[in-house]
Each structure stands twice: as C-alpha cells, then as structure tokens.
C-alpha cells in the first residue's frame, strides 16, 4: 500500500499555520498570552532570538503538517473513512489529535508548571484552530 502524500500541500499547510500562529500570539491573544506568562511587554525582543523563534517554528510546523499528512493518508486503508466525506476527515483527524496529544500535555503543564487555565485555552485553543487549518489544506489538497 502506497501512501498518497502531497508535499505541496504540507509547504502550504506549514505557512498557513506560521501565519495563523503570528495571528493568534500577536493581535488576537499576544497580550493575555504574554501576561499569563509574565512576560515584560514594554521591551522588544532581542531581533537574533526572534529569528531562532520562528526557524523552530516552522520546523515544527513542518513536522506536524508531514505527520498528519501520514497520519490522513493511513486512515484512508481503515474501511468505511471514505464514506465520512471530507468535513468528516478534517475534524476527525483534528480534533482525535488534538484531543489525544495537545489536551493532555496542556493539562499536566496547569499542575506541574502552575500554568493558568487561561493559558491552557489560549495555547489548546491554537493548537485546535491549528489541526484544522492544515488538516483542511492537507484533505482538500490531497
């Protein structure tokens, strides 16, 4: 069984979700984030850190995007997903992974870090919108 991965469709998948993440971090929830972490808003960041920042981020969007793609592409052989239409593939494969992965390591991170629930709704929340974006470039590219 050969899986069908369209490498297009995760390049894209990978930039659409370094814009989402610049959206959700900076203007949408940047400054409830950054207090929730203590974070001094009056300084910019050091320009050489902010750099480091975003090369890791798009690796590790790289490697979410090219592991859902494996992941959507072996759920493809399970009898019967063919049938759940593509809205179906999308918010399965989203929100399992989501629910299976962020949510838990999200949960341990209020208890063992004292992290604030706030946090946790912010950081799951991107996590979330994130899965379904590049699910959805992923099933509707693929």
């Known amino acids: 069984m050969d899986l069908n991965i369209n490498y297009l469709a995760i390049i ?3 930039v659409a979700n370094f814009v989402l993440g610049f959206l959700w971090y900076t ?26 920042g975003m090369a890791f981020n798009l690796i590790g969007n790289f490697f ?4 859902l793609a494996h992941n959507n592409a072996a759920w493809s052989f399970v009898p019967g997903m063919d049938q759940m239409g593509k809205l179906g593939t999308i918010l399965n494969s989203a929100i399992f992974t989501w629910l299976g992965f962020y949510v838990p390591y999200h949960l341990g991170a209020i ?4 992290r ?3 946090l946790f709704f912010i950081n799951t ?18």
């Open 64 to 67: 979410m995007a090219y592991v």
């Open 111 to 114: 208890v063992w870090e004292s």
């Open 27 to 52: 203007p949408l929830l940047g400054k409830v984030w950054a207090q929730e972490l203590k974070m001094d808003t009056t300084q910019k960041p050091d320009p050489k850190i902010m750099m480091k």
């Open 116 to 118: 604030s629930w706030k």
């Open 125 to 142: 929340g991107y996590a979330l919108a994130s899965l379904l974006l590049v699910s959805a470039i992923l099933t509707f590219m693929g």
């Open 12 to 14: 894209i998948a990978v």
